[in-house]
């Protein structure tokens, strides 16, 4: 499954689970991100040395798994918004693009990391 089907999986999941909450931006954007922050809670705990990786693992994975909902679900809003002003691109071409944006700019035998 490709970066378009997943987006376009959890915003069908949504609109299933959430019908009056599927289009709505803003909130995917507060819950992606309040996904970010469980997540780096839980790394935050062992930087600081007090929990180490095997205890955080089982609850790292499945907040980053959340992590990706959220977003594939705010990739899918953005894409049904473009299809509606007749955009024609994929998230797989879009991350092609910036991919080769940063090995040009970072990749080796760049001038500089700036």
Known sequence: MDLNERAQQAYTDSARWFPDMA???PLTALCLAGEVGEAANLIKKVARGTHTWEEVFHL???E???VQTYLFQ???QLS???EAE???WTWDELYDL???YNEERFGRG???AD
Do not use: C, E, Y
Request: positive net charge; glycine residues 8%.
């Open 23 to 25: 289009d709505d931006i």
């Open 60 to 62: 790292l994975t499945s």
């Open 64 to 66: 980053i798994v959340d």
């Open 74 to 76: 705010l990739m899918g």
């Open 80 to 82: 049904r918004m473009a």
């Open 86 to 88: 007749g955009s024609k």
């Open 98 to 100: 910036k991919r080769a």
């Open 110 to 112: 760049s001038q500089s």
